[in-house]
């Protein structure tokens, strides 16, 4: 949104008289225009001084106090935008920092990226609107392929995936980018997600973390946001459970979302990781490696998720030690043991709002969800997390769907995979129409609403 740009300069347009030479209308009409302007500039300061009550400067914690207001004292809402105390979006100093180095590359090829720690403190001195919020700000990646899916409704399960995602950020505040070029050609499908992230942690100086979401992955808790004060010793959280790492199993991990650091150790892991990949002289050497360490392993390239698991078991003191393993909560989960509890959840969340205090279930702007998310944590207490929980599982990923080719694993059928694709984001989707007033009344119906009543669901 642009701010408003009201120059202190207007143009005055000249009424012309007839019967008057140019040069006597210029003098006459300049000097009744001062002469007006000198009797208007006291009329308002004798009014300005009468009523004043104090010439003393107003300071003021109020949301509304950088606001313009009108005659009745309300807030004059400048649809054009205005200043705000958060990011300068447009400033970017003339003082040089590590972009304007020339060896600086962005590419996953590229010799190690150096001091990254330094530039990224260097770059938020420089710009100190960014430095609120620094500590904690995400930075979400997700992507695609450049070509149309080979699956005739691929593209449109793509679309409502990532609608989904950009549902998720906005109530956050969270940015997204969305990628679908390969940065590296020969990284393709798993390991296409390296470069990328890369690329973004160069881009995001102002980000803490960098967050990888695979396409095939929804969020299914709108309100949910990982417990970042539980990784503040680490640089890496994945999805997995630590006692199938310690079997050495290459699905004791699922590398298709997690939580990077935006720091040098991140810098040095990605480098590391992606020379198990395509693109690597070395490639062949570590689908050898892997299939070696891993006997549950299927098949003999080297792949981002082995690669992970290797990294993490044997090389602790250098990567697996900064590496969590989230097993608490759906940090992802598997389609098929989530998607056929969403009907009791949806009960469940409805009979506990109706029988609530009527602060859970009152209307508010979606910008302020957050606040009633906390609201519902008290509420939440006894619902446990991640298997057997009635709390709303934060990401179902659609593991082994493959919504864009269609060539989905043969333990299932397509219809399978799109039907629970439906359910899972019209779940989401009820979430998020909340806010404007709607519902899916049948979360197997993406397409029909109903308008919400006052004090829903306790007037239902």
């Given amino acids: 949104m642009k701010s408003s740009e009201l120059s202190p300069f207007q143009s005055i347009a000249m009424a012309k008289h007839n019967g008057r030479s140019k040069a006597a209308s210029f003098l ?61 979006l447009r400033q970017d100093p003339p ?29 938020l001195k420089q710009h100190p609107s960014f430095a609120a919020g620094a500590d904690d700000r995400i930075f979400m990646v997700t992507g695609s392929q450049a070509t149309p899916c ?29 990628n679908n070029v390969l940065l590296q050609p020969k990284m393709f499908s798993f390991w296409a997600k ?69 720091c040098q150790w991140a810098m040095d892991f990605i480098d590391t990781w992606a020379t198990m990949g395509p693109q690597s002289p070395e490639y062949d050497k570590w689908g050898k490696i892997l299939s070696a360490t891993f006997k549950d392993k299927i098949f003999p390239e080297s792949d981002d998720q082995s690669g992970l ?52 279930r009152r209307r508010h702007g979606e910008k302020v969800s957050e606040g009633y998310a906390r609201v519902w944590e008290e509420h939440l207490k006894e619902a446990g997390q991640g298997r057997g929980s009635w709390q709303r599982p934060f990401i179902t990923h659609f593991t082994g769907c493959q919504p864009c080719s269609g060539a989905h694993n043969q333990m299932y059928s397509g219809q399978t995979c799109f039907d629970a694709m439906q359910r899972a984001l019209t779940f989401a989707d009820n979430q998020v129409l909340r806010n404007y007033g709607f519902v899916h009344p049948d979360i197997g119906d993406p397409t029909t609403v109903n308008p919400i009543p006052f004090d829903y669901p306790a007037s239902n």
């Avoid at 590359?105 to 150096?114: F, S």
């Avoid at 990567?319 to 009791?344: A, H, L, P, Q, R």
């Fill in 309 to 360: 698991v290797y990294l993490l078991l044997k090389e602790k003191e250098k990567w697996g030690n900064k590496i969590y393993v989230e097993s608490e909560y759906y940090f992802e989960g598997y389609w098929m043991e989530i998607i056929g509890t969403f009907d009791n959840i949806t009960e469940r969340y409805a009979r506990i709002e109706a029988a609530a205090p009527p602060a859970l």
């Fill in 28 to 88: 006459s009409d300049g000097f009744l225009f001062v002469a007006g302007a000198m009797v208007a500039f006291f009329v308002v300061w004798a009014f300005w001084s009468f009523f004043a009550p104090d010439p003393s400067p107003a300071f003021t914690t109020s949301p509304f106090s950088g606001m313009k207001h009108g005659s009745d004292n309300t807030p004059s809402l400048n649809c054009g935008g205005g200043g705000g105390s958060g990011p300068n």
């Fill in 150 to 178: 080979k699956n005739p409704i691929g593209d449109y399960l793509l679309l409502k995936l990532f609608k989904n995602k950009v549902d998720y950020c906005r109530r956050h505040g969270i940015d997204i980018f969305y």
């Fill in 194 to 262: 390296t470069p990328t992230v890369k690329a973004a942690m160069l881009a995001h100086p102002e980000a803490e973390w960098i967050w990888w979401v695979d396409s095939d992955a929804a969020f299914t808790d709108m309100d949910f946001l990982p417990p970042m004060d539980r990784y503040k010793d680490h640089n890496l959280v994945v999805h997995g459970w630590p006692h199938l790492v310690e079997k050495q199993s290459w699905t004791s991990i699922n590398a298709g979302v997690f939580l990077i650091r935006n």
């Fill in 95 to 123: 003082e040089q920092t590590f972009y304007d180095d020339p060896e600086l590359n962005y590419t996953i090829d590229a010799p190690p990226v150096q001091d990254w720690d330094g530039k990224r403190r260097e770059w």
